[in-house]
Every structure is written in C-alpha cells, then in structure tokens.
C-alpha cells in the first residue's frame, strides 16, 4: 500500500465531526477533549513532515495548560525546542479542518509546497500532562505518526518544557543535555546546587517555599528532581492532585486572574508560595502580609529580579554583552519604567505569545522575556555562551570576574532556553533569593505595581479589531484609536489597549492608572468604546 492509502484507511478510525473548524492558535489547538481526535491523528501526520522538512526530530505535546480538565489541546515543538514556526501553522490550521474526503489532497498540497522527500526519516518525540482523555489523545497522535510511516518515542507524564528540553537536546546530539526527564532533573538540580552555594547564610527558614502544583503535572514532576536537590531546598507540595481537579481555584492562571491566593495551600503570612499552571511552563509568586493582604509577584516582578542579579553578575565579569528584557503590552508601566530608567538595561515589547517574545529576545546576547501571566525564561547567545565559560575556566582571570562568570554558567545551566518552565524559574528565582539574602518582601518592593484592570468583552466580530505597535494602538474600526486617547487622557497615569484574544473569541481590554478606581473606569469606559 502506498503512505497514502493507510493514512487513508487509519483515518476512518479517527473520524473528523463534519463542519467542525478549530484553528492553530497561539497555544496550539485547544478544545473540548470530546473534539479532539481527529485533530491528534492529523498532527501526528504533520509531525512527520515537519520532521522530514526539518530532517530533525519534532516535539508533540497533548495539553490544554490552564484549562479545565474537561479541555485538552496539542502544539508542535520545532528542533531547537521552540514553538512550531508560524510559517506552518497554516497548514497546521488546513489538515486539521479538511473534511475527511479532502485529507489526502490536503496532505499532498503541503509535501508539494514544502517539497518534502517522504522517504527520509521521521522521528517524533510525544509527552502528555495528567488530563484524562490525554491517553488515548496521545495514541492517536502516534497512530498518525505511524501511518505516514515515522517513528515515535512516547515520553509520557511531562510537563511541557520537559518536551521542548527533550527535542533540543536529541537535535544538539547531547550538547544541551540528556533528552530524558532524568537528563533534566539531573543538569538543572546540579546547577541549582552550584548556584546555591553561593548562599552563604541562608537558613532552612530562608529556603523554605510553598509550591501550588495546580492539581498537575508540574506537582509530579517536582517530587521527581526535588530527590535530586537534596539539602538546598525545602519545597512543601500543595495540590499535588491527590483530592481536587486539574487548575480547580488553583494554578497560576487562577492566581493571576483572581489576584488571591489559590485554595488548597496553607502559608503563614510574610511566607512565600507559587503557583504552577497546568502544564508547568508559568508561574507567579506571592506572599499575604500581617493583615492578611494578598500580593502577587508576577511575570514582571520575576523578570526584574532576575534581570537585576544577571546585570550584577554581567558588571563584576567585565564582559561586555547586550541585555534587554522583553514585555507586552500587558507589562505594568511601573516594571518598564524600572528596569529602563532605574537598572537601565533596553526594553522592548512584542506581541502577546511566547514566540514573538522568544524571537526579539534572541535578538541580544541575554534576552530575558516574560508575559505578565508567568510564562517566560532567558535565552543566551552563542557568543555570549562562549564567553561565560571561557572566563569561567580562565586562569588569568581576577577572582571577581571568575566567580560572576561561574555563577552566570551555572544560570544558564538551571535556566530551560527552550520556553518559559515553572521548575526552571523557580530554582532561579530561589537560587537568587537566597544568593541576595533576598525576602519576597523585599523582592515585591522594588517597585510598587500601577493599579491595573483587565476585562473582556464578548464582539459580533473579534477580526474587525487590528492593532499596531506590538499591539498597544488599535489600527481598525476606524476611530477607536482616538476615542482610546481622549479617555485615557481623563485619568492620572493612565494607559489602555485593546486586542483580540487570540486564544478566545473575545477582544480583551487592559487599563492601568495611578489609583484601582480609575483603572476600573478607563476599562469600563474602553469596554464601551469597542462596542
Ligand atoms: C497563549 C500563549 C500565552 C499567551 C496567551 C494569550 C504560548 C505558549 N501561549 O496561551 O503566552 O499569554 O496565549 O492569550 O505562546 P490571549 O490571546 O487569549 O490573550
Ligand atoms: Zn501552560
């Protein structure tokens, strides 16, 4: 039988439900699990000629992050570990919507665009978070992988950085580490250990962190390289999915958007905790004061702190190496205006999703990227890769240098390049709070946060909106843009955007200004506007 003929035969076993159109989003597909299957067997299919078009292996990771339980969704990891280059996306979009008589012609219309030799060798590497319905999701991946002839490697139970970690590591041929979860726990505990070291006074107290798990794989896969880390940290597991539901009131998403603790963990005031997102690749922090106040340290509090012990160690090394930090719009104008004019290090903002962040931070020898919601991570140049570890091995260099050079190398060592990790982060974070003698109390009050309020309004059509300028101006319907202006002109330090989700099919509004109430008004009065 030619390929074609058993996709063919094996795709009747994965029937597609007719008119159901799902697109490529920003997070890949993300639906009801009930919807899935169809779409699994054909991003097996694709993986295989991403595989054969790239000639490296490909990542496919089952997940619905944040979402409730019930969802599920799938997005495909490119060689280096990124994610699936937009250039794909596209047909990502068309395999999975052609109705079932149109699959082959949809599947021969990619391999003739893109050229592909179909008898090269495929390889895909597949993970899952815990959902449910993730199992046979995930056989009907590897069923599309094998019906167009690929081999498939199934890691399991992963969070999905441990996936993106993997496939970069098998296409660096072991440079970047073991493809394993063992290889990841193994490089990042070490490093976070020689980082750790240089905590010199740190007590069992100091050390102490509560970590909500969310109900997901993150809770798992910590337990795994906590054996690992050994004395240098003192983790106590919350919602580790024993008793509630996957991101049930927890999680960062949760967290984030409700601005309160989530249920299931216990911290005593002025204690620091965290909280994980269903599939581990974003976390936020946060501590209750003595009169139980709730504050939450989020991706633009954990970019500064990090950005700020980077530059220290990039001064006392002497070398000479570009940084920025990369935003959003969603960024709270205090934390821009910090790491501008007070650490004065470039700051550039993108498009909301990882990969637009992750493209302009590669554009500097240290790019530390983070969306306000937790996900993000750093990522490190070659040339500055290079640089670090020779100082580091250089005898000649004064001691000073060397040890800022030892612990930038054990930074990059803890630090997933791939895609933002909540387990990466958090050893950071941790390394660096321990290394400073740093409280979160401390930590929170480098800057103090503009009051800030996003809504979403549900529009008969999202599309009518489009934006410039990494989405802060509104380019259409024609007059938004100014009506935005006048009636952020009412209100003190004040700022507002809108954009279509791209995610939900909803336009979402942002407003911050110098006090709650006025943020409140400017969303309210923006919501008003896009109607
Ligand atoms: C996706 C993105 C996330 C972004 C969110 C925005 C990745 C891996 N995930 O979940 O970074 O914050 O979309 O959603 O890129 P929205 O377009 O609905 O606001
Ligand atoms: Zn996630």
Redesign the pocket.
Known sequence: MSPFEDVYEESKFHPKLEGLLLPY????FRSNANHLDHIMFRMGLLAVLRSQNTKATIGVMVTA??NPEEDNGV?IIDPMGE?MSTSWEGYATQLANAEQEDLIDALKEIIEKEAIDLSLEAKVFLGKDTRKSGVKLSEAVISGVSALGGHSKDFGLVT?PQLHYAVRCQNTKGKYGEPSVEGYNKKLSAAFIQLTNNAFNCTDDQKHLSVDGANGIGALKLREIECHLKKSAHITLFNDGSKRKLNDQCGADFVKVHQKAPIGIEINPGERGCSFDGDA?RIVYYYTDSQRRFHLLDGDKIATLISIFLKELLTQSGLNLTMAVVQ?A?ANGSSTDYLRDTLKVTVQCSK????Y?QEMAQKFDIGVYF?A?G?GTVVFSKSAEDQIHQLAEDPSANDEAKRAARMLQSSVNVINQT??DAISDMLLIEAILAIKGMTIQQWHAIYTDLPNRQIKVKVADRRVIDTTDAERRAVSPAGLQEAIDSLVKRHKKARSFV??????D?V?IYAEAETQESADALAHEVSLAVY
Do not use: F, Q, W
Not at 352 to 355: F, N
């Open positions: 989003g920003t997070a890949g992050s944040h997005k994610m999905t690749d959003t969603y909301t999703g990882v990969k962040l969306e919601n996900h895609i933002g954009r279509p989700s791209g995610t939900e909803v979402r």
